[in-house]
């Protein structure tokens, strides 16, 4: 059962970058697409960007193009979001998940099955 | 964007209620459409996928169903350990979009 274990909770100051990591347990190799997620506090939740490292494709949602980069190290099984010009309205919970899916008939339906256990990222001077 | 719209954004029920949550999109989305249940503290977890399609090892309460650009989540009996808040989510395009959310609570 592949497991996704990210790196520890980050304190950061405006203006600054976080880089967060998405381990895959086992050393199961990244052959999935990730999607990274996040929850500010009390909100709902809101997908930033994914990455499908076999083919090293990006995609970002418009609200956070220019200020996000996603990245997989295939050697360690890893995927990394880092965030840009942090403001405290960055300050949130990031979850990495497993972009996966089943076919129906003839459709691959894509879904989130496996989460991370998420990154609290607090954004304060 | 494609847009998804849930309601309501908060209920009230007891167990053994009948429990329904609606989303509808901004477009059609051919029925690619995830339902997530999230309690606090914890990550999401995957429900129902491509609409009605029951993910491996959730219960047998939880169904849903889709109607054009509407859909349905349903709890049949809902149970002490249901409540929790809910997530829609489209995966039709490459940007996915979630729901804003709907808490289900006592």
């Known amino acids: 059962q592949v497991q996704l274990v990210q790196s520890g909770a980050e304190v950061k100051k405006p203006g600054s970058s976080v880089k967060v990591s998405c381990k895959a347990s086992?050393?199961?190799?990244?052959?999935?697409?990730i999607s990274w997620v996040r929850q500010a506090p009390g909100q709902g939740l809101e997908w930033m960007g994914g990455?499908?490292?076999?083919?090293?494709?990006?995609n970002y949602s418009q609200k956070f193009q220019g200020r996000v980069t996603i990245t997989a190290d295939d050697s360690t099984s890893t995927v990394y979001m880092e965030l840009s010009s942090l403001g405290p309205e960055d300050t949130a919970v990031y979850f990495c998940?497993?972009?996966?899916?089943?076919?129906?008939?003839?459709?691959?339906?894509?879904?989130?099955?496996?989460w991370g256990n998420g990154t609290t990222v607090t954004v304060s001077s | 964007d494609i847009q998804m719209t849930q309601s309501p954004p908060s209920l009230s029920a007891s167990v053994g209620d009948r429990v329904t949550i609606t989303c509808r999109a901004s477009?059609?989305?051919?029925?690619?459409l995830n339902w997530y249940q999230q309690k606090p503290g914890k990550a999401p977890e995957l429900l129902i996928y491509?609409?009605?399609s029951l993910h491996s090892g959730v219960p047998s309460r939880f169904s849903g169903s889709a109607s054009g650009t509407d859909f349905t989540l349903t709890i049949s009996s809902l149970q002490p350990e249901d409540f929790a808040t809910y997530y829609c989510?489209?995966?039709?395009?490459?940007?996915?979009?979630f729901g804003q959310g709907t808490k289900v609570e006592i």
């Open positions: 998940a497993r972009d996966s899916g089943n076919y129906i008939d003839t459709t691959y339906f894509f879904y989130m099955d496996v």
């Open positions: 086992g050393g199961t190799s990244i052959s999935y697409a």
């Open positions: 990455i499908i490292p076999l083919f090293e494709t990006t």
């Open positions: 477009q059609t989305i051919n029925n690619f």
């Open positions: 491509a609409a009605s």
């Open positions: 989510q489209q995966t039709y395009r490459t940007f996915r979009t």
